[in-house]
């Protein structure tokens, strides 16, 4: 069965700086890997996805991830951190080889200070 | 489209009552997915289904929980009778069909308070 692992329960990045919101995974088949942000009182929106093909890939916001097979990993990043993208980010995991469910990560806080 | 589409957006309930959580997925979406959103657990997936029929349920956590999907348009999650410990919010997810691994789309949820 898949499962998804997001090791911090809250990050804190001052505005302007880099951002890294970390996602580990494990499936048995190929990883087809989705990042959500959640707003306060709102339901999950969907960033960006990596299915195939370039390693890097790009989002809503000026959100990237980057896919590490070796690592199992699909961090979640962002050059220039805003205060407006303080929010809850999930990282979830569907198994390429199965017609199977979507498992999201717990979620990670994320505060922009300014 | 209006997107994933649920009701109500809150519940309160006293503990015992019935309770029944409405979807509306984005047309021509083949999975519908019913989701639980705690602080202490996290997004749980409860069940998903595929053309209306539930491919898997093991996450609902008892039999007071059932889920239907009469039609394509239209599915229910019931709690019967509801505890304070479901208090929760409630997310019905859907997607494309499998062959275009579509990520998933997630209405506005329900929170439900039991007291």
């Known amino acids: 069965a898949q499962s998804v692992a997001q090791p911090e329960d809250q990050v804190n990045v001052a505005e302007g700086n880099p951002l890294t919101v970390k996602c580990t995974y494990s499936?048995?088949?190929?990883?087809?890997l989705f990042w959500y942000v959640q707003y306060p009182n709102r339901g999950l929106q969907f960033l960006l996805k990596?299915?195939?093909?370039?390693?890097l890939v790009k989002g809503s916001y000026g959100f990237e991830a980057e896919f590490n097979k070796s690592q199992t990993s699909f961090h979640l990043k962002k050059p220039s951190a805003l205060v407006s993208d303080s929010a809850l980010y999930f990282c979830?995991?569907?198994?390429?080889?199965?017609?199977?469910?979507?498992?999201f990560g717990k979620g990670t806080r994320l505060h922009i200070l300014p | 489209d209006a997107g994933v589409i649920q009701s109500p957006r809150h519940e309160v309930t006293e503990m015992g009552q019935e309770v029944t959580l409405r979807c509306k997925p984005i047309?021509?979406?083949?999975?519908l997915f019913w989701y639980r959103q705690t602080m202490m657990r996290g997004l749980e997936l409860l069940i998903y289904?595929?053309?209306?029929?539930?491919?898997?349920d093991s996450g609902m956590p008892e039999d007071r929980f059932s889920a239907k999907m009469p039609n394509a348009s239209f599915s229910t999650l019931k709690i019967q009778p509801s505890e304070p410990r479901d208090s929760a919010v409630y997310f019905c997810?859907?997607?494309?069909?499998?062959?275009?691994?579509?990520?998933?789309?997630f209405g506005q949820g329900t929170r439900l308070t039991v007291v």
């Open positions: 997810a859907s997607s494309l069909r499998a062959t275009e691994w579509d990520e998933a789309f």
């Open positions: 499936v048995s088949g190929n990883p087809y």
């Open positions: 990596y299915i195939t093909g370039d390693n």
């Open positions: 979830a995991v569907r198994d390429g080889n199965r017609d199977d469910k979507i498992i």
């Open positions: 047309s021509g979406h083949d999975y």
């Open positions: 289904f595929n053309n209306n029929v539930p491919i898997d």
